[in-house]
């Protein structure tokens, strides 16, 4: 889905807001470094930045707030509907995304502070360093036993050349060798000439620190199963040193490398916390710039999403005032937006359909006086030429010659047929020019249907089918003027299949009238919907909307097209609306729609 096809006007829009944005961090930066650091120079790039970010925001929203009423103000001039909606929408998503996000940053960022200063408030490191220091006393008499043996030896180690004989007579006076508790060892290239074996741990040979005033070096090693405390000794030849150490916290060493481990991840982390608030802080500011960013863009999809049909429907309001409706805005949403295009499109198509209706009322009253004066003009001079072409052929004597006489007939014959015809035509004129107001009673369509289905029922060659719906409800009709419009229907469809019959396009018993009624549902409106349809010879798609004109006729015979027109004047006085189509039985399709009250 493109979230984003915008129009040009719309780009200039959220393309200057862009602008505005940087121009806000612009002098967001100009003010904190004027107002804020102008007399320290002690803050760091963390600080810099968490002040930006404090006067970036309500600054850019203040531009916000300021381009909001100016561009209302210019919508309202111009009448740009579309900007209007949309941008009213988008900077509405926008303050709701982003004003809790103002006094959200703030408490997050001092309440993450305070908890992490409170937690190294806590008496945690002091009772560390007890407990270290209870574990320093408990090996300082180790030590020192330790340490005085490290002197004796000392002198041994202090020679050019080291007696190693001696050394080890001397070590095993001073119980070093044959003592498991303790450790000696003399290297050299550090590799152990001798070495008491009794230790189970190799010495860790790269954490010596110096003894204070002594070249003597000091090395604790601990872990969860033996912990000692060794002595290095160095000589005069740097490759060579001795190294003693002795078992300590016999039994507790678990306990006592918990506590030294525990101190020392401590105060490693006290370090640090001077700049973990910081580093919360930057690190929660970038959450609140990307949600920040996040919002501006689904403001944008959204607003977009929510204006596009209201937008739509306002464009095309405007065309319909202008007389456009030829209108069928696409139903792309739900619920009531989807309900408000539905009802639009639906009472497009009702404007439409009356102003059909409104023509073809105005082209009907202006038939009726063309009717009545017509019948009035052509009534006068047909009864004289009647009575006359009447008494001729009467009067004439036998003795008149029996060719001029036959001529005489003929001729007196064919006027009296041709008057007829016209009186014909006179008579249909003054019916159409005379029809009465109906008189509108709440009823059922049905039995009016089957009585006139019962008139043509038994039509030689023709089959009629009735898909009748149960319980329709009723409607206000004229029985009388409304069985004149199904008697006319189905008499235009049985003229119909026989002319199609004539022309041996159709069986002589293959002719076929479907009739069917149901209930049509719409938002806010209900009908009944009657069709009848035949499969004779049709009206062709140009000279459909033609057929109900007073004048307009597609039989062969001389008609005056009354009929259709009547029929049609009388579905409009009753609120109804009619139309012809192409049926799939082959031939005409009409509809008619009348309102259910």
């Not at 409170?118 to 209870?134: E, H, M, N, P, T």
């Not at 608030?277 to 959450?287: C, D, F, G, H, N």
């Not at 029929?567 to 189509?581: A, F, L, N």
Request: aromatic residues 10%.
């Amino acid at each position: 889905m493109n979230l984003f096809p915008f129009r040009n006007e719309e780009n200039r829009y959220y393309l200057r807001d862009l602008f505005i944005l940087c121009g806000v961090i612009v002098v967001a930066i100009i003010l904190a470094e004027l107002l804020h650091f102008r007399r320290s120079d002690e803050s760091t790039f963390v600080d810099r930045v968490l002040v930006y970010i404090y006067y970036t925001i309500p600054l850019f929203a203040l531009a916000l707030a300021i381009s909001y009423l100016y561009r209302n103000k210019r919508n309202l001039e111009t009448g740009r509907l579309r900007s209007s909606i949309r941008y009213r929408l988008s900077l509405a998503f926008l303050f709701v995304a982003m004003l809790p996000s103002i006094p959200v940053f703030f408490l997050s960022s001092n309440v993450t502070s305070r908890l992490f200063e409170g937690f190294y408030g806590l008496d945690i490191g002091q009772a560390l360093d007890a407990g270290d220091y209870f574990i320093t006393k408990e090996y300082q008499e180790d030590r020192k036993d330790l340490l005085i043996k490290a002197h004796l030896l000392q002198n041994l180690v202090k020679k050019e050349n080291t007696n190693t004989n001696l050394l080890t007579l001397r070590a095993h006076e001073l119980n070093l060798i044959s003592n498991p508790g303790y450790y000696i060892g003399w290297y050299e290239r550090e590799t152990p000439i001798i070495e008491n074996r009794s230790l189970r741990l190799p010495p860790d040979r790269s954490g010596f620190l110096p003894l204070n005033g002594e070249s003597i070096l000091e090395n604790l090693s601990v872990s969860p199963a033996h912990s000692y405390y060794f002595l290095k000794v160095p000589s005069p030849d740097p490759s060579k040193y001795l190294l003693i150490g002795k078992r300590i916290f016999v039994g507790e060493e678990e306990k006592a490398y918990s506590i030294l481990n525990t101190r020392k991840n401590y105060h490693k982390a006290d370090l640090a916390k001077e700049k973990l608030p910081y580093e919360l802080r930057i690190t929660i500011s970038l959450m609140i710039i990307v949600v920040f960013l996040l919002s501006i863009f689904f403001s944008l999809v959204f607003a977009r999403k929510i204006s596009r049909p209201i937008i739509d429907l306002a464009n095309a309001t405007q065309k319909v005032s202008l007389g456009d409706t030829d209108i069928n805005l696409p139903l792309t949403e739900g619920g009531e937006i989807g309900a408000l295009v539905e009802s639009f499109n639906q009472m497009v198509k009702d404007l439409k359909s009356k102003n059909r209706e409104l023509m073809h009322i105005q082209r009907v009253a202006a038939w009726k006086e063309v009717a009545q004066r017509m019948a009035h003009e052509i009534k006068n001079p047909l009864t004289p030429i009647q009575l006359s072409a009447e008494r001729i052929r009467r009067k004439l004597d036998s003795s008149v010659p029996l060719p001029f006489h036959e001529i005489v007939n003929k001729g007196t014959e064919t006027i009296v047929g041709q008057v007829k015809i016209l009186q014909h035509l006179v008579n249909e004129f003054s019916e159409f020019a005379r029809m009465p107001a109906p008189r509108l009673i709440n009823q059922n369509l049905e039995p009016i249907i089957l009585e006139s289905e019962k008139l043509y029922e038994h039509t030689p060659g023709i089959q009629i089918e009735l898909n009748l719906s149960k319980n329709l409800p009723e409607i206000f009709l004229d029985k009388k003027l409304f069985l004149g419009v199904m008697n006319n229907l189905f008499k235009n469809a049985v003229e119909a299949i026989e002319r199609k019959k004539s022309k041996g396009e159709l069986g002589a018993n293959a002719g076929r009238i479907r009739v069917s009624t149901r209930l049509e549902r719409r938002i806010m409106r209900k009908s009944v919907v009657l069709t009848m349809e035949d499969n004779g010879t049709g009206i062709p798609s140009e000279y459909r909307a033609k057929v109900f004109e007073p004048y307009y006729s597609t039989k062969d015979e001389h008609t005056s097209g009354i009929g259709l027109a009547i029929v049609q004047k009388t579905v409009i006085d009753h609120s109804g609306h009619i139309s012809v189509d192409l049926s799939e039985l082959g031939g005409c399709k009409f509809r008619i729609e009348l309102p259910v009250a």
